[in-house]
């Protein structure tokens, strides 16, 4: 319904200026014609940005795995001295 009206209000913007029958015709479908670009381009973006998003979730997993295989049962102990490393920060800026 509003589309219609969006019509009827550019063929009066178009007698308003001053502009000829075939040219507000001519402007009329142009602007239907980019709407349904924009539409187009707009339900595009969005699925390539999904796919992205999709891939990149991928990604991160993929080194998230490899990084589990090299730290393999060192884990605990790199995180534990992390975490020690930390604590003595903490201290010595307290003392």
């Not at 589309?3 to 502009?19: A, D, K, M, R, T």
């Not at 187009?40 to 999709?54: A, M, R």
């Amino acid at each position: 319904m509003t589309y219609n009206y969006f019509l009827i209000g550019q063929i009066i913007i178009g007698s308003l200026l001053g502009v000829s029958i075939s040219w507000k015709v001519i402007l009329v479908l142009l602007l239907i014609f980019l709407n349904y670009l924009i539409w187009v381009l707009f339900i595009c973006g969005c699925c390539i940005n999904l796919l992205l998003f999709i891939d990149c979730r991928v990604v991160l997993i993929c080194v998230w795995l490899e990084g589990l295989q090299r730290f393999d049962s060192n884990w605990w102990i790199w995180i534990t001295q992390f975490q020690l490393e930390k604590d003595e920060e903490k201290n010595w800026i307290h003392i």
